[in-house]
């Protein structure tokens, strides 16, 4: 049998033995906000002359931004940019259909001023667009009936469409990108959106033209073709007359060459898709 008295081990390094437990010492824990992120930091980062991180993370989207940053977002950038063309596009159906009968009487000669302060792309954009459709759908129509009536066999003509975009998305483009630059070496410089709307809307009278050239009779297809293209050179040049005159002698100059390009593009029409050919 073992005794029931057992050895006291006091301060004593036994291996494998437990060491004693220190006294507790009572530890402070700070109160911290959860709501709060970051931290306030100290030492060298949080102190009072050092930067911090912002307290809120719109912060960082929200600062302004810096002058070098600032020059390479703006100028050409921007052409790049959704955000800058979409108060262009932001514009009532009234407004666009009263900027469509201002066409309709290019002697009125008041557009560019009613259109100075909110132009618009939302209108030559889809006018444009209907061109292209209208020309596409009766020329397709038209030479239809034609080879039909004739007991001819007939042939989708897909260059007919493509043929169209480009001419009218070109036309409406660098037409008024051209005069952008024209006016300013001439400094009567005028606003780019503000041709763009002008022109965009100048070819609204093809439509009704498009729509008419169905009519069997080449006489009266040169007719519809010359007026269409006389409105839409007179509602351009009328509108831009009053600001090209400050341009000095040279004005004249600037508004025959505006007015006979108009014509122009009328003359191509004419030629290309007011007609029938079999």
């Known amino acids: 049998m073992m005794s029931g008295h057992y050895t006291s081990i006091e301060n004593q390094k036994v291996s494998g033995s437990v060491p004693a437990v220190p006294d507790p010492q009572s530890f402070k824990f700070s109160d911290s906000n959860l709501q709060t992120f970051p931290p306030a930091a100290q030492g060298k980062i949080g102190g009072s002359g050092g930067s911090r991180p912002p307290t809120n993370v719109n912060d960082t989207f929200s600062k302004t931004v810096s002058s070098s940053d600032e020059s390479q977002q703006s100028g ?53 667009t209907t061109l292209i459709f209208v020309a596409a759908s009766i020329g397709t129509f038209v030479t239809y009936i034609a080879h039909k009536l004739k007991h001819q066999e007939w042939n989708y003509d897909i260059n007919v469409v493509t043929w169209s975009a480009g001419l009218f998305y070109g036309y409406a483009i660098f037409v008024p990108l051209c005069l952008y630059l024209i006016l300013k070496y001439f400094s009567v410089p005028s606003g780019l959106v503000q041709l763009l709307c002008l022109y965009g809307y100048s070819l609204f009278v093809f439509i009704p033209a498009l729509c008419l050239s169905v009519v069997p009779w080449e006489i009266f297809r040169w ?27 040279r004005w004249l100059l600037i508004v025959a060459g505006i007015f006979l390009l108009q014509l122009a593009l009328s003359l191509v029409l004419k030629i290309y898709l007011f007609k029938i050919t079999v």
Request: aromatic share 18%; hydrophobic share 45%; net charge negative.
């Open 76 to 128: 050409w950038f921007q052409a790049f940019s959704l955000s800058t063309y979409k108060p262009y596009f932001d514009i009532d159906t009234i407004d666009v259909l009263d900027r469509i009968k201002d066409s309709l009487y290019p002697f009125n000669g008041a557009f560019k001023e009613k259109t100075a302060s909110n132009p618009d792309l939302y209108g030559p954009f889809w006018i444009c």
């Open 223 to 249: 007719v519809i073709a010359g007026v269409a293209g006389f409105m839409s050179a007179t509602f351009v040049a009328l509108n831009l007359r009053a600001h090209i005159m400050s341009a000095g002698e």
